[in-house]
């Protein structure tokens, strides 16, 4: 069984930065694909962003582009999500994921049930 370990939310004022961690145990970290999305309430669970098993490619969702940066530490059993110029639409709860197929694309990546596992969610607030 894999687990997933979010942390890093909190509140922020609009332009500002946080960087959210997703600790990930039971599975060789290296054989997951990894992605994170976000809902915010009254709203469906968004796509924000993925990245393959060994992190050299990457997909982003259109509203995050150039503001937010996904990275892994294979060594250390962890994924990033860099957030930077925050706006206040970025409120939301902030799930990490984990992929077990073997191949990775960016448009499955983008799909909510290409994900096997997912963390318990972290709160992101953006203050205007």
């Known amino acids: 069984q894999v687990h997933l370990v979010e942390s890093g939310g909190g509140l922020v004022q609009a332009g500002g930065s946080l960087r959210l961690s997703c600790a990930v145990s039971?599975?060789?970290?290296?054989?997951?694909?990894m992605g994170w999305f976000r809902q915010a309430p009254g709203k469906e669970r968004e796509f924000v962003t993925g990245?393959?098993?060994?992190?050299?490619?990457?997909t982003y969702g259109d509203s995050v582009k150039g503001r937010f940066t996904i990275s892994r530490d294979n060594a250390k059993n962890t994924v990033y999500l860099q957030m930077n110029s925050l706006k206040p639409e970025d409120t939301a709860v902030y799930y990490c994921?984990?992929?077990?197929?073997?191949?990775?694309?960016?448009?499955?990546?983008?799909?909510?049930?290409?994900?096997?596992?997912w963390g318990q969610g972290t709160q992101v607030t953006v203050s205007s």
């Open positions: 039971g599975r060789t970290f290296s054989t997951l694909a």
């Open positions: 990245i393959s098993r060994g992190g050299g490619k990457t």
């Open positions: 994921a984990a992929d077990t197929h073997p191949l990775w694309n960016p448009k499955s990546a983008t799909r909510i049930d290409e994900y096997d596992y």
